[in-house]
Every structure is written in C-alpha cells, then in structure tokens.
C-alpha cells in the first residue's frame, strides 16, 4: 500500500509513524531540497510537487493521498497541484484537512459537521473553499474532509510555552475552545483509510472543550512550575492572529467520527494528552 502526503509535516509525520510499520510505503512533497533530503533519511520518499511529473506518477500509483497544506491567497496547492492528475484511474482514498474555524463563531455552543459554516478570517474562507473543491471528486474517489481544532503534540504544545515562559492564563469567561493531540489525528486518518466506503467531512477533535487558562494551568502543574501569569482580555494587545482566534468560541462534537468509523481519542481530555507529550519527552 501506498500513501502519498502532500505537504509532509507534523500531522503528515505522526500518520506516517503509524503505517509505516504495517508495510505502507510514504511519499511525501516538499519544495525544499534540505527537508526532502532529511525525508529520505527518515525513510520517506521525498517528492518536489513542483516536478509535476514526478507528482502525478506518484499519485497515480498511491492508495491513499493526505492533503495537508494549506491553501494561501492562489487557492490549495494540493489541488493546484493533484487537479488533472487522473487519480480517477486508481481512485485513491483523498483525506483533505480542513479546520473547525471554517464554523466561525458560536459562542460556546456545539458545532457538528451538519452547522452551516460561517468563516469569518481570510484564512478559513479558503479552508471551505478548498474543502469544496476536494469534495468535487466525490465522484470519481472515496473524499473525506477532516475538520481540525487546536493540534499539539511532542514538542507542540502548552508545556514548551510553560516551560519558556511564554504562556499565559488569559481570562475571557464562557470562552473555550476544542483541541486534538496529533496521534489522535492519525489514528482518525487510519480508521478513515481503512472505511473508504464512508467518505464525508468528520471532526476530529477530543472530548471536552476547554478555555486556553485552564490547559496552562495544568501544564504547569505537570511540570511542576508557577501558574502562568493571569491577564485580563484585551484585544487591543493580540496581534491579529490571536485576535481571530480569540474571536471564536465553540464546543465541537466528534461523535461523527466515532459513530462512523469507530474511532475514539487515545487522548479524550488535554490531560491525558499533555501527560503523554510530557513522558513522550523523557
């Protein structure tokens, strides 16, 4: 079996960690030649998604294609790239990962994969966009588009902004938002892979939605340093990407994903999750 992922990263990396042993061969795109040659080192076929040719017969030859980059101001570069490829000749399972802001804000209430979206940022009115333009081919190959929340993981996550000091416990009440630990993540794109009969858009998220305060305040605890300093919400003092995301607020339900595929979250609260980085660290 084969898995191409365009745009090889941290979610591409730990899905990669998880089929690898079971005899899939990764491929996976970048345009830098320094990180092709440390994929090849970690055992991944590096492809430059700028070699169309090279691209497409890769593509044509997968079983599976994750698209994880995301799209700019031109649009997705998956689809740029992939669009015209034929991959109705093989119909590969396509995972496309989206984010839950494509639902903008709800002020606390829950959103399922059957909320109209209301992206409200430049960044997730793209998000729909391509996610439109992936379900396009429903026709032709198995699509599921994977709505995502907050990621962390090993190396990624509240505790490395606890342990430099940069985390703070910001106090907006009523505000919370969902997340996901990255394994959790592959273990959904696995379960999806091997269920090409029930393609759709899921969300892939943990079980208790929480304010940002309350998820420093345990990795602190963990590590066993001073509670982040406590700061009252002021939108003026966010740069304007921390204004979007303050801007939204939203419980987001996964019982899509669990109904469907069987999945459940090895790490269904951040503290499971947060524990498990911080042994995955040593």
């Known amino acids: 079996m084969r898995l191409l992922i365009f745009g090889f990263g941290f979610t591409g990396a730990a899905l990669a960690k998880r089929l690898r042993p079971a005899g899939w061969t990764v491929s996976g795109t970048s345009r830098r030649p320094e990180q092709r040659t440390e994929l090849k080192g970690r055992g991944i076929e590096a492809v430059d998604p700028d070699n169309s040719a090279e691209l497409w017969a890769v593509a044509r030859a997968a079983d599976a294609i994750l698209v994880v980059a995301p799209p700019g101001p031109d649009g997705c570069p998956g689809w740029a ?50 996610e439109t333009a992936w379900m396009s081919l429903r026709g032709a190959c198995p699509v599921s588009v994977f709505r995502l929340p907050g990621i962390y993981g090993p190396g990624r996550s509240p505790l490395d902004r606890v342990r430099t000091g940069e985390a703070q416990r910001v106090i907006k009440p009523g505000h919370v938002f969902s997340r996901i630990h990255v394994d959790d993540i592959a273990a959904g794109l696995e379960a999806s892979i091997h269920q090409v009969e029930r393609p759709g858009v899921y969300n892939l998220c943990d079980d208790e939605p929480t304010g940002p305060a309350d998820v420093n305040a345990y990795a602190a605890e963990l590590l066993g340093l001073p509670l982040p300093p406590e700061t009252a919400f002021d939108p003026q003092a966010l740069s304007p990407m921390a204004r ?30 947060l524990r498990a980085v911080l042994a995955a660290r040593g």
Not at 99 to 128: C, I, K, M, N
Request: net charge positive; aromatic share 12%.
């Open 81 to 130: 790239a992939l669009n015209g490829a034929g991959l109705d000749r093989n119909r590969p399972w396509i995972g496309y990962l989206s984010t839950t802001g494509v639902y903008g804000d709800h002020g606390g209430r829950w959103v399922f994969e059957t909320t109209p979206v209301q992206p409200l940022s430049p960044e997730a009115h793209r998000r729909v966009a391509a």
């Open 244 to 273: 979007r995301f303050w801007a939204e607020s939203k419980r987001v339900s996964n019982a899509k994903a669990k109904a469907a595929l069987g999945w459940r979250p090895l790490y269904p609260t951040y503290r499971e999750g």
